[in-house]
């Protein structure tokens, strides 16, 4: 059975070799770059799983097998004001040898779980190499919707990857900001 939960500074060392693997095998699909995320201190990682008092919303959830971290995606919340009804996704990974079991939308529906328990959280933001179309239909079933894409959104060793944004509106919205779903 797999949980879910978030991060902790105790988890960085699974995090980061989770994510390092992420980043060599698809370094199309992140805006991160292995060789440069693989010479950071893990206590950069560490870090970023304890977020300040003046961001407690982010967040990376786990999805884990036992004590097996097998899935990963990100939660930060804009701090400026004029911005805080937005949230965005970030790093978002499974492992090729556990795709097809559900994590991934295990993953996406927890962290929609914790969104629209947010108050004033009006939208999840997030970006998707457009050729990866399997990560598209995850966040199309969950209710994410395209609307735009950025071209040459990334550049991996010569190559130009255009990146689709796509945008979730959260049901606890404030009255004016667009659709509900």
Same mark, same amino acid.
């Given at each position: 059975?797999? @949980?879910? *939960?978030?991060?902790? %500074?105790? $988890? !960085?060392?699974?995090?980061?070799? #989770?994510?390092?693997?992420?980043? +060599? ?20 990682? @560490?870090? *970023?799983?304890?977020? %300040?008092? $003046? !961001?407690?919303?982010?967040?990376? #959830?786990?999805?884990?097998?036992? +004590? ?26 499974? %492992? ?13 529906? +927890? ?41 040459? +959104? ?28």
């Amino acid at each position: 059975m797999i @949980a879910i *939960r978030a991060l902790t %500074p105790t $988890d !960085a060392d699974a995090y980061r070799a #989770l994510r390092l693997r992420g980043l +060599a095998e698809h370094p199309d699909a992140f805006t991160s770059d292995y060789a440069q995320e693989a010479v950071r201190p893990p206590s950069a990682l @560490a870090n *970023r799983l304890a977020p %300040p008092a $003046d !961001a407690p919303h982010d967040c990376v #959830l786990g999805a884990f097998d036992g +004590a097996t971290l097998v899935g990963v995606v990100g939660f930060e919340v804009a701090p400026r004001k004029k911005i805080a009804h937005k949230g965005h996704v970030f790093g978002m990974f499974v %492992p090729r040898e556990r795709t097809g079991a559900g994590i991934g939308r295990a993953l996406v529906a +927890a962290l929609v779980t914790r969104a629209r328990a947010i108050d004033g959280l009006a939208k999840i933001d997030l970006t998707v190499t457009a050729s990866n179309a399997a990560a598209k239909a995850l966040y199309e079933h969950a209710g994410f919707v395209a609307w735009g894409v950025e071209r040459a +959104a990334i550049v991996v060793d010569g190559t130009p990857y255009d990146k689709v944004y796509m945008t979730k509106w959260l049901a606890n919205q404030k009255p004016g900001l667009g659709v509900r779903d």
